[in-house]
């Protein structure tokens, strides 16, 4: 059965760095991504990373600052954030799918998703 657990979630100062982990099981998929959810806000888009050529893409407000990356050996999905600040704070998900490129951001496009980790930015 597919499961996908994240980890690395946690108290940061802004400024400071985080790296997130999602180990995957199960299956393997075209398409991993990293979606957040902040206090009273819906569920957005924050990386991808598609299988086919490696690309990966970004929300506008972490591009330069977070990097997502996969180990494809192990099935491992990784985020890492830099210079976060307040408005990072969020409950971070890693999700999966096959979805097309148009789909790549949106929610509705992955049918599996970990429990979340909690990333609080505040000093």
């Known amino acids: 059965q597919v499961q996908l657990v994240e980890s690395g979630g946690g108290l940061v100062q802004p400024g400071g760095s985080l790296r997130l982990s999602c180990i995957v099981s199960?299956?393997?998929?075209?398409?991993y991504t990293w979606f957040r959810q902040p206090p009273a806000k819906e569920r957005e888009f924050v990386a991808a990373w598609r299988r086919s050529g490696g690309y990966t893409y970004y929300e506008d407000s972490v591009k330069g600052r977070f990097t997502i990356s996969v180990d494809k050996a192990i099935n491992a999905v990784y985020l890492q954030m830099n210079g976060l600040s307040p408005e990072d704070t969020a409950v971070y998900y890693c999700a999966a799918g096959r979805p097309i490129l148009s789909n790549i951001r949106s929610v509705s496009a992955y049918g599996y998703w970990g429990r979340g980790t909690q990333v609080t930015v505040s000093s």
């Open positions: 199960g299956d393997t998929f075209g398409t």
